[in-house]
């Protein structure tokens, strides 16, 4: 039986907790109950969950994002200005504008049309950004089946939490070939999280809108080897499809015992949600059969469009890697020794039979086949500032939702 990773408590039906292995509010898919018992998850979750999704809300703002189930809307501000070209700061939850101010921080009243937003105020809190990708780290390894033993660098076993200083590492593209990857948007903004080791380092790699890349640093000490990576889609892709839903939906017993069956649903434990949130004991018994069969029907279709999110990470790569004309950034070109490395660079990631990428070196080695980790981070310890590629991403996602 499975155990609470924090108290150790055998998990159960009745106490263990769904846990989303990258944050739901920011349109994480991947739900594990085999990680924290209810008590733990709320202890270790609600402060440094919702610090770090706050930083992330004005691009949520901007996207149709796929959820697992509601969030309320996060609170942050921008600057807007009116007709005039007076300027203010709003105050926005969610997508709407609750609080408009002037300069002197006067209450000015807000009404739709008279204002124009021209940029959101995006507050990177590094304490809560560091925190918030170990966390996710974190979930995946175990999701992934590595004990915490195996994770002495970010989780302290004495004490049942998370490291307070976990290793990040931001990612900086040190290739020719990792440089033109990045300089073009991806067809579809997705996040990514990645467990690999290079000899005894265990890393976990972390995309977050394709943007926000980082390592963490999990055990100097690992002895296997491990290559597991998982991926999904951010944007909803394809409209409510009220058919299937319907189809779905069981007409009879029989009908129910086959979904529940095909789909994994727990009856018992729907009827009991049934009680809590919709009013299920105040319903007549025609009434308490209709809303259970339209709820499975509901688990049922959700869970079909959840797949269509999940994607594998090589392909997500490689269909980004197809999209990009190579030739023309190797043309485009003027120096010998540039070309030189551009071909060696290209050489090394690319399965040239197969035309695809060698998943197994990207983002893991350097073609002079050097751990790309400890490269970036002595370009860290060197003191070179790596502001300009971050800007560069950030900017890109931005200009793109605009």
């Known amino acids: 039986m499975k155990k609470c990773v924090i108290c150790g408590e055998p998990l159960s039906a009745q106490n263990k907790s769904k846990e989303h292995?990258?944050?739901?509010?920011?349109?994480?898919?991947?739900?594990?109950?085999?990680?924290y018992c209810k008590s733990c998850n709320e202890l270790c979750g609600s402060n440094n969950?919702?610090?770090?999704?706050?930083?992330?809300?004005?691009?949520?703002?901007k996207i149709k994002m796929h959820k697992t189930r509601k969030t309320k809307g996060t609170i942050y501000t921008g600057t807007v200005c009116d007709q005039e070209g007076n300027l203010y700061?709003?105050?926005?939850?969610?997508?709407?504008?609750?609080?408009?101010?002037?300069?002197?921080?006067?209450y000015v009243e807000y009404k739709k049309g008279n204002f124009e937003t021209l940029y959101y105020h995006f507050t990177l809190d590094n304490v809560a950004f560091k925190m918030g990708f170990s966390k996710i780290a974190f979930n995946y390894a175990i999701h992934?089946?590595?004990?915490?033993?195996?994770?002495?660098?970010?989780?302290?076993?004495?004490?049942?939490?998370?490291?307070?200083?976990?290793?990040?590492?931001?990612?900086?593209?040190?290739?020719?070939?990792?440089?033109?990857?990045?300089?073009?948007?991806?067809?579809?903004?997705?996040?990514?999280?990645?467990?690999?080791?290079?000899?005894?380092?265990?890393?976990?790699?972390?995309?977050?809108?394709?943007?926000?890349?980082?390592?963490?640093?999990?055990?100097d000490k690992y002895t296997e080897y491990i290559?597991?990576?998982?991926?999904?889609?951010?944007?909803?892709?394809?409209?409510?499809?009220?058919?299937?839903?319907?189809?779905?939906?069981?007409?009879?017993?029989?009908?129910?015992?086959?979904?529940?069956?095909?789909?994994?649903?727990?009856?018992?434990?729907?009827?009991?949600?049934?009680?809590?949130?919709?009013?299920?004991n105040c319903l007549d018994e025609n009434e308490k059969i209709n809303a259970l069969f339209n709820h499975i029907g509901k688990i049922a279709y959700e869970q079909i469009r959840k797949e269509s999110y999940v994607k594998k990470y090589e392909e997500l790569i490689n269909k980004h890697y197809d999209s990009i004309e190579f030739l023309n950034e190797f043309l485009i070109l003027n120096d010998i020794e540039k070309m030189s490395?551009?071909?060696?660079?290209?050489?090394?990631?690319?399965v040239y039979e197969n035309d695809c990428v060698r998943i197994e070196k990207y983002?893991?080695?350097?073609?002079?086949?050097?751990?790309?980790?400890?490269?970036?981070?002595?370009?860290?310890?060197?003191?070179?500032?790596?502001?300009?590629?971050?800007?560069?991403?950030?900017?890109?996602l931005m200009s793109r939702l605009d």
């Open 21 to 35: 292995i990258i944050h739901n509010a920011i349109g994480g898919s991947l739900e594990d109950d085999e990680i």
């Open 49 to 61: 969950d919702k610090a770090f999704t706050k930083i992330f809300a004005p691009i949520v703002n």
């Open 89 to 106: 700061t709003a105050t926005y939850k969610g997508s709407k504008i609750v609080k408009l101010e002037d300069s002197n921080s006067n």
């Open 144 to 219: 992934c089946g590595l004990s915490v033993s195996c994770l002495e660098k970010m989780f302290n076993n004495s004490t049942k939490k998370l490291a307070e200083k976990p290793v990040v590492i931001p990612f900086i593209p040190l290739s020719s070939f990792d440089d033109v990857m990045e300089r073009y948007p991806t067809e579809k903004i997705y996040h990514a999280v990645r467990i690999f080791n290079n000899g005894p380092y265990l890393y976990a790699y972390i995309e977050l809108f394709n943007t926000f890349q980082c390592y963490v640093l999990l055990s």
């Open 227 to 280: 290559d597991k990576s998982y991926a999904n889609v951010v944007e909803i892709n394809e409209p409510f499809d009220e058919k299937l839903k319907d189809d779905l939906t069981p007409r009879d017993y029989k009908d129910m015992d086959i979904i529940k069956t095909q789909y994994n649903i727990d009856i018992t434990k729907q009827i009991e949600n049934l009680k809590i949130f919709h009013n299920y």
């Open 341 to 350: 490395e551009f071909f060696n660079s290209f050489q090394f990631y690319i």
């Open 363 to 396: 983002k893991r080695f350097l073609p002079d086949g050097s751990d790309y980790v400890h490269a970036i981070c002595n370009i860290i310890n060197s003191g070179k500032k790596l502001d300009h590629y971050g800007h560069m991403k950030f900017n890109m």
